[in-house]
Every structure is written in C-alpha cells, then in structure tokens.
C-alpha cells in the first residue's frame, strides 16, 4: 500500500511538472485553449443593476444548435468548458449542447452559471445533462448576491427564494450524482460588501457549498453601484477566502491570489501575465471569438471554423499584445486561470509561508 501511494505521488508530482512545462510560460501559445467560455444566450429574465444595458445584444442573433455543433467541431480537445449567458438555462437544447462538447472535445468538466430563477425547468435540464454526459463533472453555480433583501433589489423581487429552491433541488440531486457540485457566486459592490461573509457562512453551513466571488466592473445598469472602499474590499476579500477549511497549500495559493486580485483591481495592470488568447478563450452568443471581453472580437465562427480564427492574424496579434502586459482587467476567471498555470506560482506561495519565530 506504501509503494502503491508513493508511486502515486510520484506521478502526481510529474504531471504537475509536465504541466508546467508545457503551460506555465506566457510567451508559448498552445494550439488550441484549456478553458473555453462560451455565452450561449443573450436572453435573460433578470435586469440585475450590476450589469450594463446592452451587455447581451440580440437574443435572434444567438447561434443555432447546428452552428454550436460546427463551433464544437472546429475547437479540438478542450480542458474546461464555461457555458454562461444570458441565462443558459433559457436554453431548451442546454443538454444537447453539454453533449457536443463532452464527445468532440474531451470535456472533463463544465461550470454553468444560472440565476437560479426557474428551479423545476434548471432540476430538468441539470437531470437530462447528467443523463446525456455521464462521465462529466458538472458544477451549478448560482448567483447569489446577499441575504434576500439586498440579492432581491439587485436583482429581482422573489429571486433569493427560488436560488435557495433551486439550490435545495440541486443538493438532493446530487447525492445520486457524484459528478454534480454546486456553489454560487457573488458580484462585490458596495452595497453588498459587508454581509458577504456571513452569506458564505450560510451557504457552506446549509449547502456544504462554495461561495465564489468577482469584483464588480464595467458599466453598470445602477451607476451607484461601485467597487467597495479598499480597506472594505481587502477585508470582505480576506474574509471570503478563508470562510472554510482549506489544507495548508491551499491557503498559501489563497493568499497569493488575493494579492494578486486586488492588485489587479486598484492598480489596472497585469500582477501575473494574463493568459487570455493563450490558454483561454471567450465565444459570444453570436459567434464572435475574443480572446478576452475587453478587446475586440478577433473573428466569427459564421464565417471560418474556430481554429482559422485562433490561429489567424488578428488573434496572433492580440496575444502578442496581451502576453506584453499591454492591457489589464480584473476578470478573476482570467486571473485565476493565468495563476494557476504560472511557473512562479510555487515560488509565490513560498513567501506568503509565515517566518518562524
């Protein structure tokens, strides 16, 4: 049994190697992204006042089922898949879609973000996904910004009770489905600040769940909507990182990725490089390819497969841009991607190790 776990440690600790190597350095662009996000739907049935006016244009021009396919066919082998909206659950091909993916390009796991607004339809589709992809790690993330009357006016009146409905569902169903996970996700602002905290006490006490978070940004629908004050960031930041039980290694990394986060915020620059046209990528509702949300599309998938558009001038271009630390945002998805595949990261979480006394 003792050679059995110290063989395992040993392959563990080479693919990390392996990994790094082949991943961990800014300036190598592989062939095709790790994590693909992917917008399926413009349509929506909320009007949350962190998020802009026309940040998801036309629901008429969201691709086909048939266009997704090609999209799929195009994309080669995929680590990760993000499928946000919109509201994807809006979608009734959602399990169809999941399939694509998981058969033409190897998805191991894929994370949809929901409002959480309609718990029978998302209990149904979330039952058909497993069904379909039944070697797939499927994780639910539910937007939940505050206790209810804080998450109700941001959102929608009656919204926190059918998120905790729709999260109800979600935990049973997953005690027959291992593969299932849930969590849910804050947006920081300054009016939900303070009592984020004691959400993420919630959920991980009633849920034994996850509460994620991104700092808010762009233009918002409610301009009084802002980024908190820095002390009550750093705090409500600090607090929500260390809400449960992680193993020592794990609160290194969450030290360094709080840095990194905020630094990223208050200073608009690339603390680590971003991976963003290298190991990940952003596909629009309508089929526009970008390499991050804040730059131009590089191309759409109705007129050149995927990996025409990947490799072609204007995304080569892009890359070349943003692996010079030429732009910066504060898209956690981004920043933590770029983190975890960084080669200095096992030197950066060394000196968050405390000094002995």
């Not at 990994?19 to 996000?37: D, E, M, N, Q």
């Not at 497993?130 to 910004?145: F, T, Y």
């Not at 995304?315 to 630390?325: E, L, M, P, V, Y």
Request: with cysteine; charged share 25%.
């Amino acid at each position: 049994m003792r050679q059995d776990s110290k063989k395992q440690d040993q392959m563990k600790t080479f693919d990390r190697i392996s990994r790094t190597a082949k991943y961990g350095f800014p300036k190598r662009r592989p062939s095709h992204p790790l994590l693909v996000i992917f917008h399926i739907t413009t349509r929506c049935n909320m009007a949350c006042l962190h998020c802009a006016d026309d940040v998801w244009g036309d629901p008429a021009n969201d691709l086909s089922l048939e266009e997704i396919a090609g999209f799929s066919l195009g994309l080669g082998v995929v680590e990760s898949l993000a499928l946000g909206g919109g509201e994807p659950f809006l979608r009734d091909d959602l399990a169809e879609i999941c399939w694509l993916f998981a058969k033409n390009n190897k998805v191991g796991s894929i994370s949809i973000p929901s409002n959480g607004f309609a718990p029978e339809r998302i209990h149904r589709s979330v039952q058909s996904i497993l069904e379909c992809c039944p070697g797939l790690a499927l994780n639910i993330m539910l937007s939940l910004d505050g206790f209810e009357e804080t998450h109700d006016a941001i959102r929608r009146p009656g919204s926190f009770v059918k998120v905790m409905e729709t999260a109800t569902k979600l935990k049973e169903l997953s005690k027959q489905n291992p593969n299932l996970s849930v969590s849910f996700n804050s947006t920081i602002n300054n009016r939900n600040c303070a009592e984020l905290p004691s959400l993420a006490r919630f959920v991980a006490c009633e849920f034994q769940a996850r509460l994620e978070f991104n700092i808010i940004a762009g233009n918002p629908r409610d301009a009084a909507l802002t980024v908190p004050p820095v002390n009550e960031l750093q705090q409500t930041v600090h607090e929500l990182l260390n809400v449960s039980r992680r193993s020592p290694l794990r609160r290194l990394y969450n030290k360094v990725y709080q840095d990194v986060l905020l630094k990223a915020n208050l200073e608009s620059r690339q603390v680590v490089p971003c991976r963003a046209g290298s190991l990940v990528c952003l596909v629009d509702a309508n089929g526009d390819v970008r390499s991050c949300p804040v730059l131009p599309p590089v191309g759409n998938l109705r007129s050149k497969k995927f990996h025409e558009i990947w490799h072609g001038t204007e995304a080569r271009k892009q890359f070349d841009t943003i692996s010079n630390g030429n732009c910066s945002c504060n898209n956690d998805c981004f920043i933590r991607l770029s983190l975890m595949n960084y080669w200095r990261l096992p030197f950066m979480m060394l000196h968050k190790i405390p000094e002995r006394s």
